[in-house]
Nanobody
Framework: VQLQASGGGLVPAGGSLRLSCTASGRTFSIYGMGWFRQAPGKGREFVAAITRTGINTYYRDSVKGRFTISRDNAKNTVYLQMNSLKPEDTAVYYC?????????????????WGQGTLVTVSS
């Protein structure tokens, strides 16, 4: 499975961006999809995740109410709509897919990773 992330960019505080991540290859094995981010000088942290069915979604507390994760299985794509962006959201955002059941907030639970897309929020 190969993942291609896109949609990052430079936005002012309060702005919005939508990240996309499209998978190719053996996508029938995918169970969970997630987004992580890594700010300069910091470790990678969980942002949001969704099951393939879309029934369950998960968010870190600091993005609840501002970010929305969704997926389009027909397109093998997961999205992250980010609204009301803050300077502290600045990071490289990575998408990741997991095979089988998984613990969404843990990066080691994911089997495939995208290359990352940079989001910069100016104050």
């Amino acid at each position: 499975v190969q993942l291609q992330a896109s949609g990052g960019g430079l936005v002012p505080a309060g702005g919005s961006l939508r990240l996309s991540c499209t998978a190719s290859g053996r996508t029938f094995s995918i169970y969970g999809m997630g987004w992580f981010r890594q700010a300069p000088g910091k470790g990678r942290e969980f942002v949001a995740a969704i099951t393939r069915t879309g029934i369950n979604t998960y968010y870190r507390d600091s993005v609840k109410g501002r970010f929305t994760i969704s997926r389009d299985n027909a397109k093998n794509t997961v999205y992250l709509q980010m609204n009301s962006l803050k300077p502290e959201d600045t990071a490289v955002y990575y998408c990741a897919f997991a095979e089988g059941t998984w613990y969404p907030q843990m990066s080691k639970e994911y089997d495939y990773w995208g290359q990352g897309t940079l989001v910069t929020v100016s104050s």
